[in-house]
């Protein structure tokens, strides 16, 4: 069966731009894996008359409605009131979520403020979800084989809640919802609109659908369905008509990537960086590990390091520039010898907004590197602002090194 | 005058939990400045009936709307066709649109695919917003008072479109609108309670409102309100109570604070990373201009590196290993000498999940800097997975190194 679900976030400081509103995305992944997935979601701020029609709007049209925020201590009544109004219950004192409350004033050995009292108040016919995390219970309520639940905003509160209760209420309740299955798919080398006339939709098994998410310089595709056979059909097809491009699948990153790469083949490495002044050696340490295979390396933003560090030439520094080909080979040539690595790589760029020229305008960016005494050069210009053009370059040094490493 | 705006997130991927939805509280900011709050959003997936009804509801109720996403050139993307058609336009082709198109793909050197041709399709009487980052414009539809706008869901391109063309339009549009005023406050070296201690919401001024936003390792206090005058007040207040934990205001990071009292005392700057990996000299070039002062540096991961590069002492790091008081002493003499600095910065530590011990424990962070020939050291325990106590080293070192100089 198919079943969908809607997603009801209060809170103004959701719309003031105060607040990033994580919690959609959270229950919007664990919603689709239990075969609910969400199909609206909308914001409002705490006003009455907002919530009591988002509620009517959703609970006509949806399976199952969960409400996050407006159940702290200050808001508590409005949002409370709204929903026991609209499903025309009455708000009873509940002696064991108070004290839930008072127990947990007594261990934090504070003096309890009387709005807690209110946060003890459920509507009738209405389930207590307790939070170990918070005073603030959630609340549940079912009817015609629909569900309602209402959840605090404190992400963790709600993730509490819903990891604690939610999930397994939904999983008895929609025993045929069928979850779904997804697959992320990593392409490096290709543009969006190439990957488009490529992959034609029409050719993917029924109940396969396949989305494309750009990145900064490259394109994840994914695939998600409920029949894992369908799914396994789409992969292969994508395989076949995109494969060149595919380097990993579902939660790897490139610089992951690389160092499992390296690892296999018993390689260390050293960096040097101009342009993304430590990005790459970033990117490589933000994952554990990773100093089985990465030594470290070098950050030449200014030429007298290149010079005195690296051993760059000044002849290729006056006669090509800092931004050459020559400078990047003798770069990667320099961390490779003064760190006695297998495996060196270094890059040399402009990422604006300054230090353009005619020639050689903003994302320019050389990129060089070794693997033991085979050396390969690369130039691209990138496109975007300064940061993006430092995350593609960073991006780009990693995954053109590694396919050099796959294909050693 | 009281205006509002709402709005329309378009994506399958916001829903599925697949992408965090970042444009919503990037753009409440941006139109709350503008006096023009966000009263309403809805996030809905890329079907038509879905944005048809979304539209009608929001340009029925509110002064400005806006729809971010499904304008990009694959396949799935209907969302101008529903927009066309729900404002009663046709689709015209485009010139100027395709010839930006076009030279975008010939300045990258890759063939066009055909079916960018859709995106220079523009709806009747629209306007077109040129993306200077993409292929993709922006469209701007107003119809009796009210005003319309189609972004892409790609941030860099949303945002590029918005400040470059939309915040004026709105500006010309609305003159009487009030703006809420923003003043950011960043503190480091206090604990979030113990500025809510200090500072007594009750004695700021009527119309103002203050928020506390943690970061990861400090916290910025946020004051809000249309009054610039009570403002002014109530940031008067802020600095009598909280004063000596204040380092800088607004759009103001860690790193941009550093490299201009660097610049003010004309000091120039080598970092030797360990833990951290390459992230503090990460933040420094993410600084456009960082080149005026910031040398490069060391990442100096494996200890062969911290020997051989640095000159640290084998007999440290046998006796005091490389997580050492010591040893970040001995880096931070090497990476100054090395690039022949002013001033040098080193960081050891342990970021886990592995690496610690019963005497150091993941979290373990030691610090040392030089100002010429002083020297300073400093021991931290971080708290938080490997991303928050490499983020919070990083930016601790800055600013502990920011308040040395800063007394200089």
Known sequence: MTYNSAIICIGNELLSG??????LAWLGMRLAELGLPAQYSVTIPDEPEAIAEALDYCWQRFDVVITTGGLGPTQDDLTKDVIAGYFGKDLHFNEQVWSHITSLFS?????????????????????VLKNERGTAPGLYYQDAGKHFFALQGVPLEMKYIFDSHIRQILKDSYQDAQGVIVRNIHTYGVAESALAELLDLQRL????????????GRVDLRLSGVD??????????VQEQVG???WAYDEDDPARYLLRLLKAKKLNLAVAESCTGGLVQRFLTD??????????????????????LLGVDTAILEKSGAVSEACAIAMAQGVQKLCAADVALAITGIAGPDGASAEKPVGTVYFSWRIKD???????????DRDSIRHKAAE??????SKSIWEE
């Not at 098994?205 to 900064?216: C, I, N, R």
């Not at 894992?228 to 097809?237: D, F, G, R, T, W």
């Not at 085979?374 to 975007?384: E, N, V």
């Not at 780009?396 to 090194?401: D, N, S, T, V």
């Open 374 to 384: 085979r050396q390969f050069t690369l130039h691209k210009i990138l496109t975007g």
């Open 287 to 308: 994952v554990p590990g990773a100093s089985a295979v990465f030594l470290g390396g070098v950050v030449s933003y200014a030429n007298r390091i290149k010079e005195e």
């Open 244 to 246: 060149e491009f595919i």
């Open 228 to 237: 894992a056979h369908a799914l396994a059909v789409a992969e292969a097809y």
């Open 107 to 127: 261990q934090r050995n504070v003096p309890m403020p009387q709005s807690n009292r209110s946060q003890a108040m459920v509507p009738g016919d209405f389930q």
């Open 396 to 401: 780009a040094a990693i995954l053109e090194l």
């Open 205 to 216: 098994p029924h109940g396969v659908s396949m989305a494309w998410l750009p990145q900064t």
């Open 18 to 23: 105060r607040t990033l509103n994580s919690n």
